[in-house]
């Protein structure tokens, strides 16, 4: 039975979003009879620690309030740890809850796996760049969609989705191929130019867009997408099909599963789950089945009692 649940919360996850959501989610929990404590990071730096102390007590549940980037910063922690994971939706893209469809807009019914849920046990992926080792949860970008993020997180004005159609506005008239240098599962390296590279451990990125349509977190695999060197108008053009899922079939991309890939390229930029994790070089690989997270009971296929 869960008696004693820590709650995690990012308060400003979701451009502000999650101190809302920790209020809905901290009072269904009380109503459901648990004795919560709440710990409140404001850096990732505090939250890694916060997380350490709420793991270190044992809770019978750990509810993180915060999106995917928030989840991610505290994998290895939550990995070392035998404590039930349970994600309330609160950022902007919520990818990860897509894909294991979680509820994202009632923090009511997400919260309420903590007693309902059953475990689920998903694959973490990891990018090594430079001194640096960082997990993710869902897709790594490299290339033209890397420069977007990162050209909206320099951008002050305007905000909201505006922001995000500036930049990219902005980095397609800057746009040119990188010289993309790749070598997938130990093998040759081939010079491969293209306008990006993702790596999937989940199908979508930027809340909703299914650039690795098919990935599946539970599949000990990741999936990898190229897209040749393309023009501006090419580009627009495609980007109606990546929101359909449509993309994959066009002769541009190239799709295949793998389980490492290594990228080099002069001024690649490296994201994942909505955080800056790399440049100029990175070595993507899988962790596989390496984290469990509380799910809602569907067909039974997808518990894992571990």
């Given at each position: 039975?869960v008696r004693h649940?820590?709650?995690?919360?990012?308060p400003?996850?979701?451009?502000g979003k999650g101190?809302?959501v920790?209020d809905?989610?901290?009072g269904?929990l009380?109503?459901?009879?648990?004795?919560i404590?709440?710990?409140?990071?404001t850096?990732?730096?505090?939250?890694?620690?916060?997380?350490?102390?709420?793991?270190?007590a044992?809770?019978?549940?750990?509810?993180?309030?915060?999106g995917d980037g928030?989840?991610?910063?505290?994998?290895?922690?939550?990995?070392?740890?035998?404590?039930?994971?349970?994600?309330?939706?609160?950022?902007?893209?919520n990818?990860?809850?897509?894909?294991?469809?979680?509820p994202?807009?009632?923090?009511?019914?997400?919260?309420?796996?903590?007693f309902d849920?059953v475990?689920r046990?998903?694959d973490?992926?990891?990018?090594?760049?430079?001194?640096r080792?960082a997990?993710?949860?869902?897709?790594a970008?490299?290339?033209?969609?890397?420069?977007?993020?990162?050209?909206?997180n320099?951008?002050?004005?305007?905000?909201?989705?505006?922001r995000?159609?500036?930049?990219?506005?902005i980095e397609?008239?800057?746009?040119?191929?990188?010289p993309?240098l790749?070598?997938?599962?130990?093998?040759a390296?081939?010079?491969?130019?293209g306008?990006?590279?993702?790596?999937?451990n989940?199908?979508?990125?930027?809340?909703?867009?299914?650039?690795?349509?098919?990935?599946?977190?539970?599949?000990?695999?990741?999936?990898l997408?190229?897209v040749?060197?393309?023009?501006r108008l090419?580009?627009?053009?495609?980007?109606?099909?990546?929101?359909?899922?449509?993309h994959?079939s066009?002769?541009e991309?190239?799709?295949r599963?793998?389980?490492?890939v290594?990228v080099?390229?002069?001024?690649?930029?490296v994201?994942?789950?909505?955080?800056r994790?790399?440049e100029?070089?990175c070595?993507?690989?899988?962790?596989?089945?390496?984290?469990?997270l509380?799910v809602?009971?569907?067909?039974?296929?997808?518990?894992?009692?571990?």
């Open positions: 039975m649940v820590a709650v995690l919360s990012n400003f996850a979701g451009k101190r809302g920790t809905a989610a901290v269904r009380r109503e459901r009879g648990a004795e404590r709440v710990y409140s990071g850096t990732a730096a505090e939250t890694r620690e916060l997380a350490r102390t709420a793991l270190a044992r809770p019978d549940a750990l509810v993180v309030v915060g928030t989840l991610s910063g505290i994998v290895d922690d939550l990995l070392a740890a035998d404590v039930p994971i349970v994600l309330v939706p609160a950022g902007t893209g990818d990860l809850a897509r894909a294991l469809d979680l994202r807009h009632d923090p009511v019914a997400a919260v309420d796996l903590a849920g475990p046990t998903i973490v992926g990891e990018i090594r760049s430079g001194d080792v997990a993710f949860l869902t897709v970008a490299l290339g033209f969609d890397a420069r977007v993020s990162e050209r909206t320099r951008l002050r004005w305007p905000h909201g989705a505006l995000y159609y500036l930049a990219v506005v397609l008239a800057r746009l040119r191929p990188l993309f790749l070598s997938v599962d130990g093998g390296t081939q010079e491969r130019p306008t990006l590279v993702a790596v999937g989940t199908s979508s990125y930027g809340g909703g867009m299914p650039v690795c349509l098919g990935a599946d977190a539970t599949d000990g695999m990741l999936d997408v190229e040749a060197p393309l023009g090419r580009l627009l053009r495609l980007f109606p099909s990546l929101l359909r899922g449509t994959l066009h002769a991309v190239r799709h599963r793998v389980r490492s290594s080099r390229a002069s001024g690649l930029v994201y994942a789950d909505g955080e994790l790399g100029d070089e070595t993507i690989t899988v962790r596989e089945r390496a984290l469990v509380i809602p009971d569907g067909d039974g296929d997808e518990g894992d009692d571990r």
